[in-house]
């Protein structure tokens, strides 16, 4: 799985590296498992669900060339940045959908208050007859929402 601190930096053999993989020199594929595939198919926009893909993707063509003294290293980048890329769409995506509720919300909202001024007008045959955009203001400061974005 993909996680932030998954490799422990070893510090005991004078040379201050990360040494998971050293002796590793087959090592030519990293499989990934867990939710990140879910993950990047859950994302809003399908050039940032390829470009994810790509980057998942991409250890796998440069590990056969990596020399096996280097494979830890690398590794460890590559996770490092496919997860920061994945937190900045996750943050757009999170931006995009709580635009998607604003506009709801106001959809809603006018909604509402047109139904308020119809019954209104219906209710309305003896009583003097009200400016609409006074009607408006007050509907503004009475709608009943919960939530302001």
Request: include cysteine.
């Amino acid at each position: 799985p993909m996680k932030r601190d998954l490799f422990v930096f070893d510090g005991d053999n004078g040379r201050h590296e990360y040494n998971q993989f050293v002796y590793c020199e087959q090592l030519d594929t990293v499989d990934l498992v867990g939710g990140i595939h879910k993950t990047v198919a859950s994302l809003h926009m399908d050039s940032w669900r390829a470009e994810m893909i790509a980057a998942i993707d991409r250890i796998n063509q440069v590990l056969p060339n990596t020399p096996a003294n280097e494979k830890t290293e690398v590794i460890r980048q590559w996770m490092e940045w496919v997860m920061d890329k994945m937190d900045h769409y996750k943050a757009e995506h999170f931006k995009y959908v709580k635009e998607g509720i604003a506009l709801l919300e106001l959809a809603l909202w006018k909604a509402k208050l047109g139904e308020k001024e119809k019954s209104s007008e219906e209710g309305r045959t003896k009583k003097a007859k009200v400016d609409a955009e006074s009607v408006r203001k007050e509907r503004r400061i009475t709608c009943g929402a919960d939530t302001i974005w």
